[in-house]
């Protein structure tokens, strides 16, 4: 079984998460950060990810880590998906990047058809 490793950012704004939608995804929201590059850090990963999807840097002395979640990686068969989450403030209000079709916020309350099953159980 392949395993993709990623970081995310739980960023929280009126009790919602922000979470991002690609060009490529049209209908479903995945948490915002991605894939590392050779020799990243998880923080070095964040901010360079923060930055390409929704144009702002990050508050580096607000990053906290809060937890590793597993699950089958969305869309993909024979695939696990790690993501190690860390909460953290933004500098600016985010705008979607030339990658990031939409931005939205979300609580446990959404479709679970609108949110991966990673974002879903993150929203838990």
């Known amino acids: 079984m392949k395993v993709i490793k ?3 950012l739980a960023f ?3 009790k919602k998460l922000l979470m991002v939608r690609s060009h490529k995804n049209k209908d479903i929201f995945y948490n915002l950060g991605g894939k590392f590059e050779e020799g990243e850090s998880d923080i070095e990963c964040l901010m360079r990810e923060v930055k390409e999807e929704v144009n702002v840097k990050l508050d580096s002395n607000s990053l906290e880590f809060l937890h590793e979640f597993r699950t089958a990686a969305h869309g993909k068969e ?3 998906l790690i993501i190690r989450l860390y909460a953290g403030n933004l500098l600016q209000e985010p705008k979607p990047s030339s990658e990031i ?3 939205g916020y979300f609580d446990s309350s959404v479709d ?3 949110v991966t099953k990673m974002g879903k159980q993150i929203l838990l």
């Open 12 to 14: 929280i704004k009126d």
């Open 101 to 103: 079709a939409e931005i």
């Open 6 to 8: 990623k970081v995310a």
């Open 112 to 114: 679970e058809q609108k």
């Open 78 to 80: 024979d695939a696990e």
